[in-house]
């Protein structure tokens, strides 16, 4: 791979990082064009082609993970070929044969590399648009490298179409650079945690380091500087990296907006901060010691005050090991090693790539829609132009508005306001359409979740539900059904705005919501 000539200044040396909350004036990411909070696209995930270089935008253009607006179109796969990890976090349990949670580290089966890659090929048959495969456990990736790399060998001889990923904890990483980059894997994430030990040695009770067992400040400091270089030596060679950040209230809550600021200056293209998932039946240690995780609006805070620094990704679903198909769905059930033996498995590369050209078509449709919709915006007497609420929505995929209430698992959050529809995350929900009826007792707990909504679109909800959610403030709206998200959204607050200037209705601030991350749903566990 050709390597792209880095400034000296990008990077900062282990041992000079800055305590929390010292001056800092951010230098450029590697790879991107532009810079967030310009008030223009960044290259992170809502961007696009005029944001940054074209080999960038070739790399980020149909991957769901690195690309927002990607994510409504394309799929993923993840394979299980990675059991084993070298570091222990506090709120990490993996779990095999669990098909009842969605979550990092739980997997149904445990493949081989040769499994794995004969399940690639059957989901890219059956999937045209699943762009992307990834593993990312259920351990380390780069502590089982052999399956991993034997994975990614085998599947560029028979798919080279497919783009690779890897996710580390960093630990293994710098170890493994040039193998990284021999088999053109362009796309690394990294959790990173902290960038002060003191804060690392309450996440990490411990990694396996030079094959013995390192505990407390020591190897959270090791895991540190290791994860610094390895992001490092990535950016040298041109590799897109992305950071996941878990947010830990009342541990690196605050912290992560120092972090943010420096793995921008070793050239992160992308920061994703994660809500800890911290249900005690899940058997983590921040699990059974009571560590809560954050609230929605805690969560969009911390990443409303990264805005400057490394660019945001806000639409993670901390997917499980094995998970297959877009983001908020997983598909994986239908292609158990059972199943895919009784498949007929044909990889036609011009079929998938004539089914792409078509996801490329509705998403220009898409874009142009929106676009049209914020040109049809006008100002409006009597209302904040500063005014931003936030909007729910029901979506089976291609960035429309196309699901019914109760058949939403999860509800994608929007924040709108009259320039703008950005998207800011998700809530999971409880099934509220249970064997064809619905089921009552659920809906406090989806309330709960969107709480912090003026609104919540849908392509079609019943009068139970619609009366609950009218009587929690939160205004349920099927007049957009199927039609694209963003300019559902925009049309909504331009009509809301308009019954705002007449006095028909008033502004009303809203509470803030649960975030109910990968708990058991009450379908699986019944």
Not at 151 to 160: K, V
Request: hydrophobic share 35%.
């Amino acid at each position: 791979m050709d390597a792209p000539q880095l400034a000296t200044k990008a990077f900062i040396g282990i041992g000079q990082i800055r305590p929390l909350g010292a001056a800092i004036t951010p230098e450029p990411s590697g790879g991107c064009g532009t810079t967030g909070g310009e008030g223009k696209a960044s290259c992170g995930s809502s961007g696009g082609p005029d944001d940054m270089p074209q080999e960038i935008w070739d790399k980020v253009k149909n991957h769901p993970c690195y690309s927002e607006e990607a994510h409504h179109h394309y799929a993923r796969m993840h394979v299980a070929v990675a059991p084993a990890c070298n570091i222990q976090c506090n709120y990490c349990n993996r779990k095999y044969d669990c098909s009842n949670e969605s979550r990092p580290g739980v997997v149904s089966q445990k493949l081989t590399p040769e499994q794995a890659v004969k399940k690639v090929l059957a989901v890219a048959s059956e999937i045209p648009q699943m762009t992307v495969l990834g593993v990312a456990g259920p351990g380390d990736s780069l502590a089982n490298p052999k399956k991993t790399f034997d994975t990614f060998r085998m599947l560029q001889e028979t798919a080279p179409d497919i783009k690779l990923c890897i996710s580390t904890n960093g630990l293994a990483l710098p170890d493994l650079v040039d193998e990284i980059c021999q088999y053109n894997i362009d796309h690394v994430t990294i959790t990173i945690n902290m960038v002060d030990p003191a804060v690392g040695e309450k996440i990490y009770p411990w990694i396996f380091w030079q094959h013995k067992r390192v505990t407390g400040y020591e190897a959270a400091k090791i895991l540190h500087e290791r994860q610094m270089l390895g992001l490092e030596m990535l950016t040298a060679r041109g590799v897109l990296t992305k950071i996941n950040s878990v947010l830990i209230p009342g541990i690196n809550d605050e912290h992560l907006i120092e972090v943010n600021r420096e793995v921008k200056k070793r050239g992160a293209f992308l920061h994703n901060i994660m809500p800890l998932i911290s249900e005690a039946e899940h058997g983590t240690v921040f699990g059974l010691t009571g560590q809560r995780g954050p609230t929605a609006q805690e969560l969009k805070a911390v990443q409303d005050a990264c805005m400057g620094g490394a660019n945001l990704m806000r639409h993670c679903r901390q997917c499980r090991a094995d998970a297959v198909g877009l983001l908020g769905e997983d598909r994986s059930e239908e292609f158990t090693l059972d199943k895919i033996e009784e498949m007929e498995i044909v990889y036609d590369l011009d079929k998938r790539r004539d089914y792409q050209d078509k996801v490329e078509t509705e998403r220009q449709a898409q874009h142009a829609a929106k676009q049209e919709a914020l040109s049809a915006q006008v100002e409006r007497a009597g209302v904040d132009p500063d005014m931003k609420v936030l909007v729910a929505v029901a979506t089976e995929g291609h960035g429309r508005v196309n699901l019914h209430f109760g058949h939403a698992t999860e509800f994608q959050i929007f924040e709108v306001s009259a320039a703008e529809s950005l998207f800011v995350g998700h809530r999971r929900v409880d099934l509220y359409c249970q064997g064809g009826f619905g089921e009552d007792e659920q809906l406090p707990s989806i309330v709960k979740a969107i709480n912090d909504c003026h609104a919540v679109l849908v392509a079609k909800i019943g009068a139970c539900p619609r009366d609950e959610l009218k009587a929690a403030g939160i205004e349920p709206v099927d007049a957009y059904a199927h039609e694209f998200i963003e300019k559902a959204a925009l049309s909504w607050f331009a009509d809301y705005a308009d019954r705002l200037a007449r006095g028909d209705i008033t502004h009303q601030p809203r509470g803030d919501a649960s975030i109910r991350q990968g708990a058991y749903t009450s379908e699986a566990a019944a």
